[in-house]
C-alpha cells in the first residue's frame, strides 16, 4: 500500500508532487572523443582520458595519459567542468560507470570509450544530482542492461537505449539541496582520506626510522643484532584433517577472515576440505602466497581448536616481540625480497618456503624492552589510522542509507 503523499510510478515508489521522465530530457548533448596514440615515456602538451577516469562514481582527472604529438590534429571532445563522463564500453561490470567532473584540467580530451554529456545553462536538471542517482543500484542497472555486445569480455552501450531510461523528475531547487547535502558527504569523506593518507605517510617515515637503528628512542643505547628470523623462534607445524573432526567447532585464521576485517570464523571442521594448522598461544601469521598481499596477523589469547589456513606460516618466539616483527615484515624491503624469493607458476600462485621465511635475516635491538617500545610507538600509529578506517565506513554508509532516502523521497529537504 502507497502512503499519502506518494504514488506508485515507472521508476517506483516517489512523491506526488515528483515526475517521470527519461535521460534524453536530462542529455542533449553526448559526445565522445577519438581513439589516440600515446606514450608515458614521452611529455606532452595534451593528454587523453583513460577509462579508469571513471570509477565507483567518482570521475579522477588524474587517471590521464599523453598524446604523442603526430596525434595533436585528432584530438576532439576537451573536457568540460560540470559535465558527466559515462563508460559507454567497457566490461560487463565496469561499463555504464559514470562521475561528475567537478574540476576539468586544460587540454584533456576524452578517447572513444567514454562519453561527455554537457549542461546546458538553462537545463532543469543539477548534473551531480544526476550522477548520485545513476549511480545507486536501480539505475546503475538500467544504464547497464542498456549494453549490447556478445562478448563477455566487452559490451558498449547503445546510445538509443540509453536515452529512453526512466528517471524521476523533480524541481531543479530540491535536486539542488539534495547535492549539496551529499556533497558534504562526499567532502568529508575526501577529507578523511587525506588525513589517512597523511598519517599514513608518517608513520612510513617513523618506520624507515625507528625500525633501522636510524633514530634511536631516549633510554636507550643497546646495540642491535642481525638474526636469522628462524634463529630467535620457530614455526608451529602440526597438521590436522578436518574432515577427520566433522562435528569439531573450530575457530579458524583464514586470508578470506583477514580480508574481512581480520575476524576469525567459527566453522565446523565438515565444512574446511584442505588440512590446516594447529595455532595456539601468541602467534605470527605471514602469508607465504603472494606476500605481495602483505598479510601479516598478529594473534593474541587464540581460543581452544584454533587453526590457520597451511597458506600462512604461523611463527612464535619467546625472545623477540612479535608486534615488532610483524611491523618489520610489513616494511617494503622485506616484501620486495620475499617476492624476489617467491616460486610458481603465476604471480598470483607465487609462495615463499618456511626456509625462505626462516632463513631470512633482520636487524632488530638486542634489549627486548627497546623492540616493545618501538612496537608500541607503531602500534599507537596503527590503531589512530585504524580509526579513522573505521570513522571513513561508517560515513560511506551513511551516505549510502542518505542517497537510498534522498533519491527516492522517503526524506524530502523541503
Excluded at 588525513?195 to 599514513?200: D, G
Aim: glycine share 6%; net charge neutral; proline share 4%.
Amino acid at each position: 500500500m502507497v502512503k499519502p503523499g506518494y504514488k506508485q510510478s515507472e521508476v517506483g515508489i516517489i512523491p506526488e508532487d515528483w515526475g517521470v521522465t527519461t535521460l534524453r530530457a536530462a542529455f542533449p548533448k553526448l559526445e565522445a572523443g577519438v581513439s589516440v596514440n600515446s606514450d608515458n615515456m614521452t611529455s606532452s602538451q595534451f593528454h587523453v582520458l583513460k577509462t579508469s577516469a571513471v570509477h565507483n562514481g567518482i570521475f579522477d582527472p588524474a587517471e590521464i595519459k599523453p598524446v604523442i604529438k603526430a596525434d595533436y590534429s585528432r584530438l576532439k571532445c576537451p573536457l568540460v567542468q560540470g559535465s558527466i563522463i559515462i563508460s559507454r564500453m567497457n566490461t560487463p561490470t565496469l561499463v555504464g560507470e559514470c562521475g561528475y567532473v567537478k574540476n576539468a584540467p586544460a587540454d584533456v580530451y576524452l578517447p572513444d570509450r567514454l562519453w561527455q554529456i554537457q549542461n546546458p545553462k538553462d537545463s532543469a536538471y543539477n548534473f551531480e544530482w544526476l550522477n548520485y542517482l545513476l549511480n545507486t543500484k536501480q539505475y546503475r542497472d538500467a544504464v547497464r542492461a542498456t549494453a549490447t555486445g556478445t562478448s563477455n569480455s566487452m559490451k558498449n552501450i547503445s546510445k538509443e537505449r540509453l536515452m529512453e531510461v526512466e528517471i524521476p523528475w523533480l524541481s531543479l531547487d530540491e535536486q539542488n539541496r539534495i547535492s549539496v547535502a551529499l556533497s558534504d558527504i562526499d567532502a568529508l569523506i575526501v577529507n578523511l582520506e587525506k588525513l589517512i593518507a597523511k598519517k599514513k605517510a608518517i608513520k612510513q617515515g617513523a618506520m624507515q626510522e625507528l625500525l633501522t637503528g636510524k633514530r634511536r628512542l631516549p633510554g636507550f643505547e643497546g646495540e642491535w643484532v642481525g638474526i636469522e628470523i628462524g634463529q630467535n623462534g620457530y614455526l608451529l607445524r602440526e597438521s590436522i584433517n578436518p574432515q577427520e573432526h566433522t562435528s569439531t567447532l573450530f575457530c579458524e585464521y583464514s586470508m578470506p577472515a583477514f580480508d574481512d576485517r581480520r575476524i576469525p570464523v567459527k566453522t565446523y571442521g565438515s565444512d574446511m576440505h584442505s588440512n590446516r594448522t594447529v595455532i595456539y598461544g601468541t602467534v605470527l601469521l605471514f602469508n607465504k602466497l603472494n606476500v605481495r598481499q602483505k598479510r601479516i596477523w598478529l594473534v593474541n589469547a587464540i581460543e581452544s581448536n584454533s587453526v590457520c589456513s597451511s597458506e600462512f606460516l604461523a611463527y612464535c618466539s619467546d625472545t623477540l616481540d612479535l608486534r615488532l616483527m610483524a611491523q618489520l615484515l610489513s616494511t617494503e624491503k622485506i616484501t620486495n625480497d620475499f617476492i624476489g624469493m617467491s616460486t610458481g607458476t603465476s604471480n598470483s600462485q607465487k609462495r615463499i618456503t618456511p626456509n625462505n621465511f626462516l632463513e631470512y635475516s633482520v636487524y632488530v635491538p638486542k634489549d627486548i624492552n627497546e623492540q616493545s617500545a618501538i612496537a608500541d610507538i607503531l602500534g599507537d600509529m596503527d590503531s589512530g589510522i585504524a580509526a579513522l578506517e573505521e570513522k571513513i565506513s561508517k560515513v560511506k554508509l551513511l551516505k549510502s542509507g542518505m542517497m537510498s532516502e534522498l533519491l527516492t523521497g522517503r526524506i524530502r529537504l523541503l
